[in-house]
C-alpha cells in the first residue's frame, strides 16, 4: 500500500507499523519459512559467494601480515595509527546502529524498533567482530595481545589501568560479550519457534539445541521479560560509553586534533549515524528479498532517515567545534593542524568527509527524498563512506601534523592496507549472509504481540 | 499448520524420569484463555501453568505469581563486579606495583572509574543470564510437557492452559463444563 503523498507523518494510521492484512501466523509462518522451508534462493549464492571471496581477501591480508609484520602497511613513525585504528573505529561505530535501535528504542517503546531490530542486532554481532580484530591486528606483536588481561604473571605486570586504551579494551571486551548476549537473548523464543515448526531433523537439532529447551511457559515468559528488560537497560548506555571511550584513546593524547573534550560525544554522534546509515542499508534491500514489506513499512525507513538526520545535524555541530576551538585557544600547534586538514595534504578527504556526513545528509529534510528509496541509499552509503573517511582523517590527519615540526609525515596507504579494509568488510557480510540463510531476520515473538495490541485497537 | 503426531511417543522414563498426567486446553486467542484460568482458579484448581506464543499481560496475576527476583541477583552482582573491578585496578596500581609519575597519587580513583562501570555492567549482564537460566532451568532439552499433544503450537498462535490432574480425583465431568470445547478451544487429556 503506497502511502498517499500529502499524508501527514506520524498519526499510525497513516502510516502504520504494520500494513493491514498481516497476521501473527502470517508473520510467524513467513518469517520461519525463509530459514526452514524456502530453496535458498540465487541472491544469497551470489552474495554469499563474493562475501567469502573478500573474506579470502582478508585471510591472505592477515596471513602476510602475520608472516612479515605491520611494516606491509603504510604506518610507520610518527603515522604508527593509520588503516587499522581508522577500521576499528569505523565498525565499532557502525556496530552502535544495533545497539541503539534494540535496546534504546526498547526503553523508549517505540513499536516500529520490533521489525528491524533483528537486523540491526544480527548487523552489530558482525560489526564488533570486525572491529575487536583491529586493534589486535595493529599490535606489531600480536601474539602478546593477551598481555592487556591483568592475569597474574612471573614479570609481577600490570596493565596500566589509568590508560585509556586499557579502558577501551575492558569496554570493547564488555560490549563484545554484551551484543552477542543480547542477540542471543532477544532470539531464544524465536528459536523454539523454528525448533516447533521444524520438520528436518538438522533442523530440529540445530535450533532445539540453540533454544535451550524454550517452553513458553508463563514463567519462562515472566524471567525472560525481566531479562530483556536488563539487558537492555545495559546496553544503552554500554553503547554510549565504548564510544565515549573510543573518543578518549585520542583525547587522551597531547597529539593537535586530538586533545579535544568534545571528543567523547562527537564519537557517540558519529557512530549513530553510520549505525543508522547501515541499517537503513541493510533493512531497505531485505524488506524487497525477504518480502518484508507487510511488517517493515515506510514508517520504519522513514523514522531510520528522521534518525540518520538528526546524528548529523548533531555529528555537523562537533565539526564546527572542531574548528572553532584550536581559533579560539589560540595553541599554535593546533592552528597549524587544522589549517592543514581544511587545505593541506589530506584536505580532499577533509571536505569528502563533511559533504558526506555533514551535506548531503540535509536532503533528508524533504519527505520526497526520505520516501525514495534509491536516493536514500545512496545517502546511507555515502554516509558510510564519509564516517571511514572521518575515522581516517582523525587518525592520519592529527598524526601527519604534529608539534615537532621534524615529526611531519605523509601516510600513503598500501595495497595490503586497502586489503585489510576490504577483507574486514568481506568477514562482516560472509557472517551477515549466513545469519540471513539461518536466523529469522524479523522477532516473531515481539511482532506477534505487537499485532495481537494492534488489533485489540488500543492503539499506541 | 503442521501438527507434529506426539501419541505415539513413549511418554515414561524419558528425560527427567516423571511423566504428565493432566489436562490441556488450547485456545486461539489469549482474552479466551485468560477467561477459562479464570474459572479455573475460582473452582479451585491451582496446579496450572500457561504455555503461550507471547507474554500475556494478567496471567501472572491470575496465577498468583510472585515478582521475578532476578533483578536482585543482577543488582547484587554489578555491586560485586564494580567492587572487585576497583579493588583490581586499586591493587595493581597502588599496592603491587606502584608507578611514581610526578607524585601523583597511587589510588587515581577517576581513572579507575570507567573501567569499573565497564567490568559491573559485564558482570550484570551475565548473572542475569545465568539467573535466567537458573530460573527457567535452563538449559532442559527434554521436558515431559513437549511430548502434549499439539505442544508446538503454543510457540506459534496456540494458548494452552496445562491443568495437573488432582491426586484421587476424577475431574473430568467438572473440566467439560469449565471448559466447554467448541469454537477455538480443544481439550486434550494426557495420560501418564
Same mark, same amino acid.
Given at each position: 500500500?503506497?502511502?498517499?503523498?500529502?499524508?501527514?507523518?506520524?498519526?499510525?494510521?497513516?502510516?502504520?507499523?504494520?500494513?493491514?492484512?498481516? %497476521?501473527?501466523?502470517?508473520?510467524?509462518?513467513?518469517?520461519?519459512?525463509?530459514? @526452514?522451508?524456502?530453496?535458498?534462493?540465487? $541472491?544469497?549464492?551470489?552474495?554469499?559467494?563474493?562475501?567469502?571471496?573478500?573474506?579470502? #581477501?582478508?585471510?591472505?591480508?592477515?596471513?602476510?601480515?602475520?608472516?612479515?609484520?605491520?611494516?606491509?602497511?603504510?604506518?610507520? $613513525?610518527?603515522?604508527?595509527?593509520?588503516? /587499522?585504528?581508522?577500521?576499528?573505529?569505523? *565498525?565499532?561505530?557502525?556496530?552502535?546502529?544495533?545497539?541503539?535501535?534494540?535496546?534504546?528504542?526498547?526503553?523508549?517503546?517505540?513499536?516500529?524498533?520490533?521489525?528491524?531490530?533483528?537486523?540491526?542486532?544480527?548487523?552489530?554481532?558482525?560489526? #564488533?567482530?570486525?572491529?575487536? =580484530?583491529?586493534?589486535?591486528?595493529?599490535?606489531?606483536?600480536?601474539?602478546?595481545?593477551?598481555?592487556?588481561?591483568?592475569?597474574?604473571? %612471573?614479570?609481577?605486570?600490570?596493565?596500566?589501568?589509568?590508560?585509556? @586504551?586499557? *579502558?577501551?579494551?575492558?569496554?570493547?571486551?564488555?560490549?563484545?560479550?554484551?551484543?552477542?548476549?543480547?542477540?542471543?537473548?532477544?532470539? =531464544?523464543?524465536?528459536?523454539?519457534?523454528?525448533?516447533?515448526?521444524?520438520?528436518?531433523?538438522?533442523?530440529?537439532?540445530?535450533?532445539?539445541?540453540?533454544?535451550?529447551? *524454550?517452553?513458553?511457559?508463563?514463567?519462562?515468559?515472566?524471567?525472560?521479560?525481566?531479562?530483556?528488560?536488563?539487558?537492555?537497560?545495559?546496553?544503552?548506555?554500554?553503547?554510549?560509553?565504548?564510544?565515549?571511550?573510543?573518543?578518549?584513546?585520542?583525547?587522551?593524547?597531547?597529539?593537535?586534533?586530538?586533545?579535544? %573534550?568534545?571528543?567523547?560525544?562527537?564519537?557517540?554522534?558519529? /557512530? /549513530?549515524?553510520?549505525?543508522?546509515?547501515?541499517? @537503513?542499508?541493510?533493512?531497505?534491500?531485505?524488506?524487497?528479498?525477504?518480502?518484508?514489506?507487510?511488517?517493515?513499512?515506510?514508517?520504519?525507513?522513514?523514522?531510520?532517515?528522521?534518525?540518520?538526520?538528526?546524528?548529523?545535524?548533531?555529528?555537523?555541530?562537533?565539526?564546527?567545534?572542531?574548528?572553532?576551538?584550536?581559533?579560539?585557544?589560540?595553541?599554535?600547534?593546533?592552528?597549524?593542524?587544522?589549517?592543514?586538514? @581544511?587545505?593541506?595534504?589530506?584536505?580532499?578527504?577533509? $571536505?569528502?568527509?563533511?559533504?558526506?556526513?555533514?551535506?548531503?545528509?540535509?536532503?533528508?529534510?524533504?519527505?520526497?527524498?526520505?520516501?525514495?528509496?534509491?536516493?536514500?541509499?545512496?545517502?546511507?552509503?555515502? #554516509?558510510?563512506?564519509?564516517?571511514?573517511?572521518?575515522?581516517?582523517?582523525?587518525?592520519?590527519?592529527?598524526?601527519?601534523?604534529?608539534?615537532?615540526?621534524?615529526?611531519?609525515? =605523509?601516510?600513503?596507504?598500501?595495497?595490503?592496507?586497502?586489503?585489510?579494509?576490504?577483507?574486514? #568488510?568481506?568477514?562482516?557480510?560472509?557472517?551477515?549472509?549466513?545469519?540471513?540463510?539461518?536466523?529469522?531476520?524479523?522477532?516473531?515473538?515481539?511482532?506477534?504481540?505487537?499485532?495481537?495490541?494492534?488489533?485489540?485497537?488500543?492503539?499506541? | 499448520?503442521?501438527?507434529?503426531?506426539?501419541?505415539?511417543?513413549? +511418554?515414561?522414563?524419558?528425560?527427567?524420569?516423571?511423566?504428565?498426567? &493432566?489436562?490441556?486446553?488450547?485456545?486461539?486467542?489469549?482474552?479466551?484463555?485468560?477467561?477459562?484460568?479464570?474459572?479455573?482458579?475460582?473452582?479451585?484448581?491451582?496446579?496450572?501453568?500457561?504455555?503461550?506464543?507471547?507474554?500475556?499481560?494478567?496471567?501472572?496475576?491470575?496465577?498468583?505469581?510472585?515478582?521475578?527476583?532476578?533483578?536482585?541477583?543482577?543488582?547484587?552482582?554489578?555491586?560485586?563486579?564494580?567492587?572487585?573491578?576497583?579493588?583490581?585496578?586499586?591493587?595493581?596500581?597502588?599496592?603491587?606495583?606502584?608507578?611514581?609519575?610526578?607524585?601523583?597519587?597511587?589510588?587515581?580513583?577517576?581513572?579507575?572509574?570507567?573501567?569499573?562501570?565497564?567490568?559491573?555492567?559485564? !558482570?550484570?549482564?551475565?548473572?542475569?543470564?545465568?539467573?535466567? !537460566?537458573?530460573? !527457567?532451568?535452563?538449559?532442559?532439552?527434554?521436558?515431559?510437557?513437549?511430548?502434549?499433544?499439539?505442544?508446538?503450537?503454543?510457540?506459534?498462535?496456540?494458548?494452552?492452559?496445562?491443568?495437573?490432574?488432582?491426586?484421587?480425583?476424577?475431574?473430568?465431568?467438572?473440566? +467439560?463444563?469449565?471448559?466447554?470445547? &467448541?469454537?477455538?478451544?480443544?481439550?486434550?487429556?494426557?495420560?501418564?
Amino acid at each position: 500500500m503506497p502511502p498517499t503523498p500529502d499524508a501527514v507523518a506520524g498519526p499510525d494510521s497513516a502510516h502504520p507499523v504494520i500494513e493491514p492484512g498481516v %497476521t501473527a501466523m502470517s508473520v510467524t509462518a513467513h518469517v520461519s519459512d525463509l530459514v @526452514l522451508e524456502r530453496r535458498t534462493p540465487l $541472491w544469497w549464492w551470489v552474495g554469499f559467494g563474493l562475501s567469502l571471496a573478500l573474506l579470502g #581477501v582478508f585471510a591472505v591480508a592477515l596471513g602476510w601480515l602475520f608472516i612479515r609484520g605491520v611494516g606491509i602497511w603504510g604506518i610507520d $613513525w610518527p603515522i604508527s595509527w593509520g588503516f /587499522a585504528i581508522g577500521n576499528y573505529v569505523w *565498525w565499532v561505530g557502525m556496530a552502535s546502529g544495533g545497539t541503539l535501535i534494540s535496546a534504546l528504542f526498547f526503553l523508549t517503546r517505540s513499536d516500529w524498533r520490533s521489525a528491524t531490530s533483528r537486523i540491526a542486532e544480527s548487523m552489530t554481532v558482525f560489526c #564488533v567482530a570486525c572491529a575487536g =580484530i583491529m586493534p589486535v591486528i595493529h599490535l606489531g606483536r600480536w601474539w602478546y595481545f593477551y598481555w592487556l588481561f591483568p592475569y597474574p604473571n %612471573t614479570m609481577s605486570l600490570w596493565p596500566q589501568f589509568r590508560s585509556p @586504551l586499557h *579502558w577501551d579494551f575492558v569496554a570493547i571486551l564488555a560490549y563484545v560479550m554484551g551484543s552477542v548476549l543480547f542477540w542471543y537473548v532477544g532470539l =531464544i523464543p524465536d528459536l523454539a519457534t523454528l525448533r516447533d515448526r521444524a520438520r528436518r531433523r538438522w533442523q530440529r537439532l540445530l535450533y532445539g539445541v540453540m533454544a535451550m529447551g *524454550w517452553q513458553g511457559s508463563s514463567g519462562h515468559w515472566r524471567q525472560f521479560k525481566m531479562l530483556y528488560l536488563i539487558l537492555a537497560a545495559l546496553m544503552a548506555p554500554l553503547v554510549c560509553s565504548i564510544h565515549s571511550i573510543v573518543g578518549l584513546d585520542f583525547a587522551g593524547g597531547l597529539t593537535p586534533g586530538w586533545h579535544e %573534550t568534545q571528543f567523547p560525544p562527537y564519537f557517540v554522534f558519529g /557512530a /549513530a549515524l553510520s549505525g543508522f546509515a547501515v541499517v @537503513l542499508m541493510l533493512v531497505m534491500p531485505l524488506r524487497r528479498a525477504l518480502d518484508l514489506h507487510g511488517v517493515i513499512t515506510p514508517r520504519h525507513v522513514d523514522v531510520l532517515a528522521r534518525l540518520m538526520l538528526t546524528a548529523s545535524l548533531l555529528l555537523s555541530y562537533c565539526y564546527l567545534m572542531e574548528v572553532f576551538m584550536p581559533f579560539y585557544r589560540g595553541e599554535r600547534a593546533d592552528i597549524i593542524q587544522v589549517m592543514a586538514q @581544511l587545505g593541506g595534504y589530506y584536505a580532499p578527504w577533509y $571536505w569528502a568527509k563533511i559533504v558526506l556526513n555533514g551535506v548531503i545528509p540535509q536532503l533528508l529534510w524533504f519527505r520526497r527524498v526520505r520516501r525514495n528509496q534509491p536516493l536514500l541509499f545512496l545517502v546511507a552509503l555515502g #554516509v558510510v563512506v564519509g564516517m571511514w573517511i572521518e575515522r581516517f582523517v582523525i587518525v592520519v590527519g592529527s598524526l601527519h601534523r604534529n608539534h615537532s615540526e621534524s615529526s611531519w609525515f =605523509i601516510f600513503v596507504p598500501t595495497v595490503w592496507d586497502w586489503a585489510t579494509l576490504a577483507g574486514s #568488510v568481506g568477514l562482516f557480510l560472509t557472517g551477515f549472509f549466513l545469519l540471513l540463510r539461518f536466523i529469522p531476520m524479523v522477532s516473531m515473538f515481539e511482532l506477534r504481540e505487537l499485532i495481537h495490541k494492534k488489533t485489540a485497537g488500543d492503539g499506541r | 499448520m503442521t501438527a507434529r503426531p506426539a501419541s505415539h511417543r513413549d +511418554h515414561t522414563g524419558r528425560g527427567t524420569g516423571h511423566a504428565l498426567r &493432566g489436562t490441556v486446553a488450547a485456545f486461539d486467542h489469549p482474552d479466551a484463555m485468560l477467561e477459562a484460568l479464570r474459572r479455573l482458579r475460582q473452582a479451585g484448581f491451582s496446579r496450572l501453568e500457561v504455555y503461550s506464543p507471547y507474554a500475556v499481560e494478567e496471567v501472572d496475576e491470575l496465577l498468583g505469581r510472585k515478582r521475578a527476583a532476578l533483578p536482585l541477583v543482577v543488582a547484587a552482582a554489578g555491586v560485586l563486579g564494580g567492587i572487585g573491578g576497583f579493588f583490581l585496578q586499586y591493587w595493581g596500581m597502588a599496592v603491587s606495583y606502584p608507578l611514581n609519575i610526578g607524585g601523583r597519587p597511587l589510588n587515581s580513583w577517576p581513572a579507575f572509574s570507567t573501567s569499573t562501570f565497564e567490568i559491573s555492567a559485564l !558482570c550484570m549482564l551475565l548473572a542475569g543470564l545465568l539467573a535466567f !537460566c537458573a530460573a !527457567c532451568r535452563l538449559p532442559r532439552p527434554y521436558d515431559p510437557i513437549f511430548d502434549v499433544p499439539g505442544f508446538e503450537q503454543a510457540s506459534q498462535d496456540r494458548f494452552l492452559i496445562w491443568i495437573a490432574a488432582r491426586e484421587g480425583r476424577d475431574d473430568r465431568a467438572l473440566l +467439560h463444563t469449565l471448559l466447554p470445547e &467448541g469454537q477455538g478451544v480443544r481439550i486434550d487429556e494426557v495420560p501418564a
